[in-house]
């Protein structure tokens, strides 16, 4: 067993904000290359409405068509209960739920204030656990802006305990924090993993980080030293902030596996495998990525001495 | 007293790989921009052969010129006796001798193997101690490959351990541990940093990363946590590496100080001017730069909520 579980998220955090709709063939086949390469679980796209993420809106096709590997986690993201539906239809291994730590970015990116959030979990979970479903499906919730809001700043500690304790109240069984908008810093997240895996020492906490200011691996570091190993990455980095323009995504999945596996830490992943299908991804989306070590090679790349 | 000690090399290591001659007057403005600051050194120029590297012809002509704050150290890249006379004549605060770690980098960067670069240390030492200077200037030696090399792959941490001895031997005062094309991982700097630091209590490390792999923040992390506090970083992520191309440069200057700022570690550097003088390189270059803090803006940066 690996020491670190990777989910990878690009393709529905890192497509979803992709200009041009990426086909439902090309996801599959991300998705089904993504699978043999050795990663925990893929977020495989989002059952939202398809008028609010037009780019995701073969959800079920996506879910349906791809190989099932064992081994391999297929999570999904459900804003509602009629998304849990949908998703629940298609036989997901996980629903991932979503809400923000903070009122203003709730209110902004759902629609929804953090109470407002819970009582849709609420109802969420009671779908996902009614009967006739009978697999067990995990039911994980990611909560944005945990270490910071782009529009109100600080999100107290306190705060972050209380929702996460509030979640997992109503059947969540696994937490995201999600470092949306890249405002984290390794101080910050070593202290809160720690307060996190002190009060909830039995819940599979993931850290979802940004590269938003350059700290993405930085962070993923202090929150592997705090003990988390799980971690939400995004293959080429793809992803971003619609704050922050300019700056890059999601905190890259083959750069946050070959820093891991450097470092002597086994992530399960084939690096060489996950380079490969990285590098299909301009061919998909029409655009550079902007991830490090597909561009420069793995740090044991040797190069011929110059001429002299 | 800041914690830690950033010693700006953009001018130095950042300017001497671009394509175009940066014009004189608009280095020495740069300078001196970067001297207010806070920063508590900069790496100025390189008194190297005009012929070898033409970008930094200039070198005397710069450092003559540039004003000279209190607390702000003005150190250049001496490559051999000439050069060190030349940085003499020009009153410099600090000389940065520079050897490799790694025999074919050496004969490939330098022309030199580690030995022959000693036997160069040595006579370069002897010209700066030598009568008539009489001003204390500080000896500094970068020792490049430290953490690997392109060429011939892992540097053993003994030789790293014996090469720093034999430049204490010879007189060198401090040591800049390098990781000339970004091969370093968070766990081998960990170990290394705290290898020279029980071995050489007395001697000043600085720790000089590259973010070729995305790792420049999360090792140098790793480095502070291992007790180092002196750190080279470039302005805008300046330099690079010639052996791994579209890869960035040197750690990014503004995003070292907004990562351990927001860490409550104390750099002495205002970030705010440090980014405003930042805004200014493409000006200079003619190009963008790989810094994340410039084009993000710092984690405390506020949004106004989206229009509904």
Known sequence: MPSLQINEVAPRD????????????????????????GLARIEATSFVSPKA???????????????????????VLVPNVKGAERALACHVDEVNLVMSA??????????????????????????????????????????STTFGCPFEGEVPEARVLDLVERQLALGVQGVSLCDTTGMANPAQVRRLCE????RFPETPFTLHFHNTRGMGLANALAAWQAGITRFDASLGGLGGCPYAPGATGNVCSEDLVHMFEA?????????DALLKVSATLPGLIGHDTPGQVAKAGKADRRYPMPAR
Chains 1, 2 share one sequence.
Do not use: C, W, Y
């Open 14 to 37: 890192g497509l979803q904000i992709e200009a041009e709709f990426v086909p439902t063939a090309d996801k599959i086949g991300l998705i089904d290359a993504l699978s043999a390469t």
């Open 53 to 75: 993420i037009p780019q995701l809106r073969d959800a079920a096709e996506v879910v349906t068509a791809i190989q099932r590997r064992p081994g391999v986690g297929i999570t």
């Open 102 to 143: 903070s009122e203003s970015h709730g209110l902004a990116n759902l629609r929804m204030t953090p109470t407002q959030s819970l009582e849709q979990f609420a109802a969420i979970v009671e779908t996902v656990r009614a009967p006739p479903q009978g697999r067990e499906v995990f039911i994980n919730a990611s909560l």
């Open 195 to 198: 307060a996190v895996l002190a």
């Open 263 to 271: 470092m002597g830490v086994s992530t399960g992943v084939d690096l």
